[in-house]
Antibody, heavy 119, light 107 residues
């Protein structure tokens, strides 16, 4: 059973960088045809795809965030990370990590972590 | 980006009812359409993938169908645990996009 767990600061100041890590257990992030994905959800709103990293290391980002986003992986720790710079209040949301099977569907999700951008 | 339009935004129904939620894509996405269920304070859960296929462990009262760029999630007989918000997602082209959600409430 694959499990994902997000971690990172719950409060980030405006203009600073939001950094989150997703720790994966029950499966390796460097094997299989999987993408490891970040999604966010502002309170009371819908889901927004942020970007993904493939087991090969290739990345894709949402064009709406591309200039501010970096997703990376640390295979030795079986973790992947999200960095979002120059944050504003509009980046306040619950951030989820998930596993994407072959770019087709998200079958495992983390529980989500709330990040608030405020001074 | 491909726009996904869900309807209705909210729906009231009773246990035992048959309900349908629709998602329309702004362009062809073939069968690259998934449905998720989300309960308050929880992560979304995959229900249906590739328009028709039932994800492992999901009750058979959930089903998906397609007509052109219109997709439907049907629950044949609502149970109390089905009251939640439902989202569609297209994975035909990046960025993946989601519908705005349909909140299914108890009548």
């Amino acid at each position: 059973q694959v499990q994902l767990q997000e971690s990172g600061p719950g409060l980030v100041k405006p203009s600073q960088t939001l950094s989150l890590t997703c720790t994966v257990s029950g499966g390796s992030i460097s094997s299989g045809n999987y993408y490891w994905v970040w999604i966010r959800q502002p309170a009371g709103k819908g889901l927004e795809w942020i970007g993904r990293i493939h087991t090969s290391g290739n990345t894709n980002y949402n064009p709406s965030l591309k200039s501010r986003v970096t997703i990376s992986a640390d295979t030795s720790k079986n973790q992947f990370s999200l960095n979002l710079n120059s944050v504003t209040a509009a980046d306040t949301a619950v951030y989820y990590c998930a596993r994407d099977i072959s770019g087709d569907r998200f079958d495992y999700w983390g529980q989500g972590t709330l990040v608030t951008v405020s001074s | 980006d491909i726009q996904m339009t869900q309807s209705p935004p909210s729906l009231s129904a009773s246990v035992g009812d048959r309900v349908a939620i629709t998602c329309r894509a702004s362009q062809s996405i073939d069968n690259y359409l998934n449905w998720y269920q989300q309960k308050p304070g929880e992560a979304p859960k995959l229900l249906i993938y590739d328009a028709y296929s039932l994800h492992s462990g999901v009750p058979s009262r959930f089903s998906g169908s397609r007509s052109g760029t219109d997709f439907t999630l049907t629950v044949s007989s609502l149970q109390s645990e089905d009251f939640a918000t439902y989202y569609c997602q297209q994975t035909r082209s990046l960025p993946d996009t989601f519908g705005q959600g349909t909140r299914l409430e108890i009548k």
